[in-house]
């Protein structure tokens, strides 16, 4: 029995390269990129591990999540860690980041989550990223959730270590991701000995072994499904242009924030300006009495596919996620997710307008 999936011709290495030449094109980027064969912690934890160690100074920035996780690699690491951390409802800033090195001048590693999908925010990476040049620090970012919903720019934002994931607003596929990496970042790698070596968190092996080889030879077997499946969302997002995909993300948050403020029965948008909130994902705060994840529930009751969550850990008793993302970057996914919602509430005995939300939603997009 033969199977469309199954049956495939092995993936070549010029095949394989082609698919990082695609993807370096995709961050506009001359860095080496190296796409690594596993969901985007992969090539997180490998980038901190490799860059950081006992000499390490760095500034850790947290606004949500994935900030706390970066923090417990580098302590991990031997790194001394000095936490930068705003309230999960508004975005850092380029002038925070500039007083925490009049603070600290020993700060010689920035890490830092463009935008944050679990908490709704996204940060001025472009301002930031001036401060870290002057400074001369590594600039560490994460895009994974940004890349394809808003601009990602590793070489004119100076980022050293960009690492990005295919599942969000790429459309694409959660089993490979990528990182661009400067010649300041090898080179930190290179001198670090606490860096990984002969394992499968190691990027100095696809250094040595894959790109200083010419990419001629992989150093395993690649997850063929995964990148084909990543070279068609590429060649997708080529097809329409990033500016189409970036501009479909950027309405279906408008029209999130527009509808539920019309829907009413108490939500309201969770990070307060809406020009701090992410395009991949809008977060909704539920008002007083109302618990996120019942709500939630009772929304995807109707319809389980609607692209809806309660946020995570303590976030889940008041915080709602709208994940208006790849195939969901749509003005029917977000009225769905507002009418869905917006029943659930009545249920509850809150004043909803539903026909106002879907108006409002349909106003909003661009």
């Excluded at 080496?32 to 920035?61: C, F, Y």
């Amino acid at each position: 029995m033969t199977h469309p999936f199954l049956d495939l011709a092995p993936l070549s290495a010029a095949h394989f390269a082609s698919i990082e030449d695609r993807v370096a094109r995709l961050l506009d980027t001359r860095q080496d990129v190296v796409i690594m064969q596993g969901e985007a912690l992969l090539p997180l934890e490998g980038a901190i591990r490799g860059t950081a160690g006992p000499d390490t100074t760095a500034l850790n920035v947290i606004t949500g999540p994935y900030g706390k996780t970066f923090g417990d690699w580098l302590r991990d690491c031997g790194a001394t860690v000095i936490d930068l951390a705003v309230p999960f409802h508004t975005a850092v800033t380029a002038a925070q980041v500039r007083q925490a090195f009049m603070e600290h001048p020993e700060i010689d590693f920035v890490s830092l989550v463009h935008a944050e999908a679990a908490t709704g925010n996204t940060n001025p990476v472009a301002e930031i990223g001036e401060v870290v040049r002057e400074h001369g620090a590594l600039f560490y970012l994460d895009a994974v959730a940004s890349i394809g919903a808003e601009p990602v720019l590793p070489d004119a934002w100076g980022v050293d270590l960009c690492v990005i994931g295919a599942q969000k607003a790429m459309g694409g596929p959660a089993g490979v991701s990528a990182v661009s990496v400067s010649e300041r970042a090898w080179a930190r790698m290179a001198a670090n000995p606490g860096a990984p070596r002969r394992s499968y968190l190691s990027l100095l092996d696809w250094k040595e072994r894959w790109v200083d080889g010419g990419r001629k030879a992989l150093l395993h077997a690649p997850a063929q499904l995964e990148m084909l499946a990543l070279e068609a969302c590429v060649e997708r997002i080529e097809a329409v242009g990033p500016g189409t995909v970036m501009a479909r993300h950027a309405s279906a948050a408008a029209a999130t924030r527009a509808g539920a403020v019309a829907l009413g029965g108490g939500l309201e948008p969770y990070v307060h300006d809406a020009a701090e909130a992410a395009p991949v994902a809008t977060t909704l705060r539920t008002p007083s009495g109302v618990v996120a994840s019942d709500l939630v529930a009772r929304a995807l009751a109707g319809d389980p596919a609607l692209p809806l969550a309660a946020g995570g850990g303590a976030l889940a008793a008041e915080m709602i996620r709208v994940n208006h993302y790849g195939a969901d970057a749509t003005v029917g996914a977000v009225q769905g997710c507002l009418a869905a919602l917006g029943a659930a509430l009545a249920e509850q005995g809150r004043d909803v307008d539903l026909e106002a939300a879907r108006r409002g939603a349909e106003d909003a997009w661009r």
